[in-house]
């Protein structure tokens, strides 16, 4: 079982021991989850997420997810930002509140 996104599903990555956090077959569900918090890449998804909400304006928006853009962007979770943000979540909020502005202006 693979946790925070299912792009990371058969991924080889040695330092994150491939993203498993458990076998189905040998631990409940319920289980895998409560020791979820000690993978070292969800511990960094988790700290990229504290780094997000500290320094983006848009946090309350976007709450900060998307752990396969942070890896397969930067190579790891615990980054703040990435094209995939910038693009689908700041230029539309961006966007929308420049046409905003723009409307209330006349």
Do not use: K
């Amino acid at each position: 079982m693979v946790l925070l996104s299912p792009e990371l599903a058969g991924i080889t990555a040695p330092a994150y021991d491939d993203f498993l956090a458990g076998n189905v077959l040998r631990q409940s569900i319920p289980v895998i989850l409560a020791h979820a918090h000690r993978l070292r890449y969800v511990q960094e998804f988790l700290d990229g997420l504290d780094g997000c909400e500290t320094t983006c304006d848009l946090f309350s928006w976007c709450r900060g997810a998307q752990a396969g853009n942070r890896y397969f962007e930067h190579g790891r979770f615990d980054r703040t930002e990435t094209n995939y943000c910038r693009v689908s979540r700041q230029a539309l909020v961006t966007a929308l509140a420049d046409m905003a502005t723009r409307e209330e202006n006349g």
